[in-house]
């Protein structure tokens, strides 16, 4: 039992909330203070051979799934959705199912190291007691040389770190993922701002719709809150028994988004705003309409050219939007993660003004709930201050910046400039390894926490996260590491977290409660906060985006040059490569498993010689890497298609060695709004000579034939 509740108390607790506790436990009062112990160590109150389930969050991404995890004798079993959370009811993707192979993992971090850089001759093991040391003189150090660069989730700990720079003084901590660059987070709060006049994230009201554009928004695979989107899409396509919502894609390269429309056009990357202005002038010639796009010199003709769709097509597409009570237009991946990418999603978001569909149903609502800065400008900065040897400090949580950062940014050779870089990782990743200490955090299924929900929740929603298990080794929870050695009044992560859902008991969601710690309880059982009704920003006053600056597609040399499109698969940033479940999970549009590839229509692949398996060499202005191809059908013939997340040179067994890592060709340039400008740049390619099969589901020929 615990130290603090007697068997008695814990009978009485137990009594009272037997019918509830059988189906989601982690919901007492006496659950605080309750130690989750392995097989090895059987509490007295549970049963051999019952199951106990725990209501938390997923943690795999930032969209934040409700999940129930059931546990038999202190193990993880299976981890499914949550069918009360507002956000995937019920549903879960990939990552989030085989989040109990981050948990039990053979190769994390069991407990705080000495890192020495790398120098594993130099490797040895610290205490508990020497890292705390450790960490508050660190906190010590000029205010202004400290540094904390986290990840997109958990947001506890995020607004945690903010509140400890602020009472030092130190510079806001820096947030970034890979992840939310190609999802271009931060360009579609802007263009909300512009268009608006709030910086918030737009709701895109799929369910409801009828007609919906996409431009680049795989929102059916890791764009924004994909199960989210995922389930309203199914709603669009069945939901209503009147008409069956019809879904147009632009994008060069069929995503399984664009494999799921009605119609998909293999637009020209660095296209779509050019796009969207000509839709919005026929938009407005069919309904009879001042035009929105007199002020910009263009024709027709002009769109046709740019985007290779016939001028017959688009009017007949600008018809069925304009003629659509319930038209949605989807600025999201390639298409705004361009130098002019804000333009482009403005264009697109204006395209939602102009037919009528801004905070009705199946149109665009802005969420409640503020999204913390995440982008690359931010990071920039920091390696600038890095290379200027402004930087003493840095505390690295949720991100591996080494991985996921564009080579050309020079962030591992700005990393050996400061003096003391400390590690929060729970596995050798290459941002650990280059650390001088790793002090490992908890997993997610071990921890507390919380988690905001931004892009794929209809209402405010705070969700809860907590262990369903006890620690399977000697990790501790970072943010009690930074309590422990600050000056912040709170005792622990968990009086912490506390402290900061009280609003919530009156801020009207299904739940409340007299005081915090029933509110805990209730917060635990039912895995977060929420309130019953839709509370989406629909009252939106729509600006003028002005002149907005569009560029031409690049010009590229035919046979010799080709766009490139770099794409996240279901290893998200990277971190799920060394989940073997993910791993040998095929992609859905090649059956591709375990590696790295290129792909390239096979017209153009006949034209250079080149056959599957063969391995390529992939060269940008920016760097160079290696792969073998795999003849694509579905892209256009100008244009080469590399997944993300592979190419690891730490991380575990299942990662490192395996494939190649597309960001060493990716810029260090960024658009407006700060997001990296990852699309529209330009690879040449020339075979090596050698050959490497790839694993992949369908017959060793491929589905399409080998030539």
């Known amino acids: 039992m615990s130290d603090k509740i007697s068997r008695r108390d814990?009978?009485?607790?137990?009594?009272?909330?037997?019918?509830?506790?059988?189906?989601?436990?982690?919901?007492?009062?006496?659950?605080?203070?309750?130690?989750?112990?392995?097989?090895?160590?059987?509490?007295?109150?549970?049963?051999?051979?019952?199951?106990?389930?725990?209501?938390?969050?997923?943690?795999?991404?930032?969209?934040?799934?409700?999940?129930?995890?059931?546990?038999?004798?202190?193990?993880?079993?299976?981890?499914?959705?949550?069918?009360?959370?507002?956000?995937?009811?019920?549903?879960?993707?990939?990552?989030?199912?085989?989040?109990?192979?981050?948990?039990?993992?053979?190769?994390?971090?069991?407990?705080?190291?000495?890192?020495?850089?790398?120098d594993a001759s130099r490797q040895s093991k610290t205490s508990w007691d020497d890292a705390i040391t450790l960490v508050t003189d660190a906190l010590k150090s000029p205010a202004s040389q400290i540094a904390f660069l986290m990840g997109t989730s958990p947001d506890h700990l995020y607004d945690l770190v903010t509140e400890l720079a602020e009472s030092i003084d130190a510079p806001a901590p820096v947030r970034y993922s890979a992840l939310s660059s190609f999802e271009g987070r931060a360009t579609l709060q802007e263009a909300a701002n512009r268009t608006f006049g709030k910086p918030a994230l737009p709701f895109f009201d799929l369910a409801n719709a009828e007609v919906v554009f996409s431009f680049g928004a795989s929102f059916l695979e890791t764009w924004l809150s994909p199960v989210s989107y995922s389930a309203a899409y199914g709603d669009m396509r069945q939901a209503r028994t009147t008409r069956r919502g019809y879904l147009v894609t632009f994008e060069a390269r069929q995503s399984m988004t664009a494999g799921n429309a009605d119609e998909w056009y293999p637009i020209k990357p660095g296209s779509e705003g050019t796009l969207a202005l000509g839709l919005a002038r026929?938009?407005?010639?069919?309904?009879?309409?001042?035009?929105?796009?007199?002020?910009?010199?263009?024709?027709?003709?002009?769109?046709?050219?740019?985007?290779?769709?016939?001028?017959?097509?688009?009017?007949?597409?600008?018809?069925?939007?304009?003629?659509?009570?319930?038209?949605?237009?989807?600025?999201?991946?390639?298409?705004?993660?361009?130098?002019?990418?804000?333009?482009?999603?403005?264009?697109?978001?204006?395209?939602?003004?102009?037919?009528?569909?801004?905070?009705?149903?199946?149109?665009?609502?802005?969420?409640?709930?503020?999204?913390?800065?995440?982008?690359?400008?931010?990071?920039?900065?920091?390696?600038?201050?890095?290379?200027?040897?402004?930087?003493?400090?840095?505390?690295?949580?949720?991100?591996?910046?080494?991985?996921?950062?564009?080579?050309?940014?020079?962030f591992e050779e700005a990393l050996a400039k400061v003096p003391l870089v400390i590690s929060f990782a729970s596995f050798p990743d290459e941002t650990a390894m280059a650390s001088d200490y790793i002090l490992p955090d908890h997993t997610p299924l071990e921890s507390f926490g919380y988690q905001r929900m931004l892009a794929g929740a209809d209402r405010p929603v705070y969700s809860s996260i907590q262990p369903v298990v006890a620690p399977l080794y000697d990790t501790r929870a970072t943010a009690d590491v930074l309590l422990t050695a600050s000056n912040l009044p709170y005792s622990d992560e968990v009086d912490f977290v506390q402290q900061k859902i009280v609003p919530l008991i009156s801020a009207g969601g299904f739940f409340s409660a007299p005081e915090i710690q029933t509110f805990w309880s209730r917060w635990l059982q039912y895995g977060g906060w929420w309130v019953t009704e839709r509370s989406l920003d629909g009252d939106l006053d729509i600006s003028s985006p002005g002149?907005?600056?569009?560029?031409?597609?690049?010009?590229?040399?035919?046979?010799?040059?080709?766009?490139?499109?770099?794409?996240?698969?279901?290893?998200?940033?990277?971190?799920?490569?060394n989940r073997p479940w993910l791993q040998e999970m095929p992609d859905p549009m090649t059956t591709l498993t375990w590696n790295t590839w290129v792909e390239i229509n096979p017209e153009t692949a006949d034209k250079l010689g080149i056959h599957d398996d063969d391995v390529v060499r992939v060269t940008t202005a920016y760097g160079a890497v290696e792969a073998s191809v795999y003849r694509y059908p579905a892209i256009r013939p100008d244009t080469i298609a590399i997944p993300f997340g592979q190419g690891h040179t730490a991380l575990g067994r299942w990662a490192e060695g395996r494939g190649a890592n597309p960001a060493n060709l990716l810029p260090a340039d960024v658009n407006e709004a700060g997001d990296m400008a990852f699309s529209g740049i330009t690879a040449s390619i020339s075979l090596t000579g050698k050959r490497r099969p790839l694993a992949r589901v369908e017959s060793r020929d491929g589905v399409y034939g080998e030539h």
Do not use: W
Not at 547 to 563: C, D, H, M, R, W
């Open 10 to 118: 814990f009978l009485k607790i137990a009594g009272a909330g037997a019918a509830v506790s059988a189906v989601l436990t982690g919901c007492g009062p006496a659950t605080r203070y309750i130690v989750r112990r392995p097989y090895t160590e059987m509490p007295e109150y549970n049963q051999t051979g019952l199951n106990t389930y725990y209501a938390s969050t997923c943690r795999e991404c930032p969209a934040g799934c409700g999940i129930i995890v059931r546990t038999k004798e202190g193990r993880a079993i299976t981890i499914e959705g949550n069918p009360q959370h507002p956000v995937n009811r019920g549903r879960l993707c990939a990552r989030g199912i085989t989040a109990q192979q981050g948990l039990y993992n053979p190769d994390r971090v069991l407990s705080p190291m000495f890192q020495a850089r790398g």
């Open 282 to 410: 026929l938009i407005a010639e069919f309904r009879r309409e001042s035009d929105p796009t007199a002020n910009y010199p263009f024709s027709i003709d002009s769109v046709v050219e740019a985007t290779g769709i016939e001028e017959t097509r688009l009017r007949e597409l600008a018809r069925l939007f304009a003629s659509s009570d319930h038209a949605l237009a989807i600025p999201g991946g390639n298409a705004i993660g361009q130098p002019g990418g804000l333009a482009n999603a403005q264009a697109i978001m204006q395209l939602n003004a102009q037919v009528g569909n801004i905070g009705l149903p199946g149109g665009v609502y802005l969420t409640n709930t503020q999204q913390p800065p995440s982008n690359l400008e931010g990071v920039k900065a920091l390696i600038q201050k890095m290379n200027n040897s402004q930087v003493q400090v840095l505390f690295v949580h949720g991100v591996n910046p080494v991985f996921e950062l564009p080579k050309v940014l020079g």
């Open 547 to 577: 002149n907005l600056t569009f560029s031409a597609p690049v010009t590229i040399e035919e046979g010799k040059q080709f766009y490139l499109v770099v794409y996240p698969t279901q290893l998200g940033d990277g971190s799920g490569a």
